[in-house]
């Protein structure tokens, strides 16, 4: 059982950055994909960016360039930098982690473990 908690959200004005991170439980997460997610209320969860056990990444089309997703197999965590944030940026974020997956692109039902979510808020 891998349990992933995140921290890191909060209120920030446009243009501010904040960075995330996903802290796991379990000595395997390193050879886990992991990614992150987001929710903003009314809306469907929609992928952000994720990370594979060689650090292939994969970033969403609306984030390209913004964000960046990395990992400390040393600290058993992943981060989510955000950079140059947009009011549209405002949601719920989660992590996610896939035990199975060798490819970074995961479907968010293919995820097995998911943290309890941090909230980010862009103020225009």
């Known amino acids: 059982q891998v349990q992933l908690v995140e921290s890191g959200g909060g209120l920030v004005q446009a243009g501010d950055s904040l960075r995330l991170s996903c802290a796991a439980s379990?000595?395997?997460?390193?050879?886990?994909?992991t990614g992150w997610f987001r929710q903003a209320p009314g809306k469907e969860r929609e992928f952000v960016a994720a990370?594979?056990?060689?650090?292939?990444?994969n970033y969403a089309h609306s984030v390209w360039g913004r964000f960046t997703i990395s990992r400390d197999n040393a600290k058993n965590t992943v981060y989510l930098q955000m950079n140059s944030l947009k009011p549209e940026d405002t949601a719920a974020y989660y992590c996610?982690?896939?035990?199975?997956?060798?490819?970074?692109?995961?479907?968010?039902?293919?995820?097995?473990?998911w943290g309890q979510g941090t909230q980010v808020t862009v103020s225009s």
């Open positions: 996610a982690a896939d035990a199975h997956a060798v490819s970074n692109r995961v479907p968010s039902s293919g995820y097995d473990y």
């Open positions: 990370i594979n056990y060689s650090n292939s990444t």
């Open positions: 379990g000595r395997t997460f390193r050879q886990y994909t």
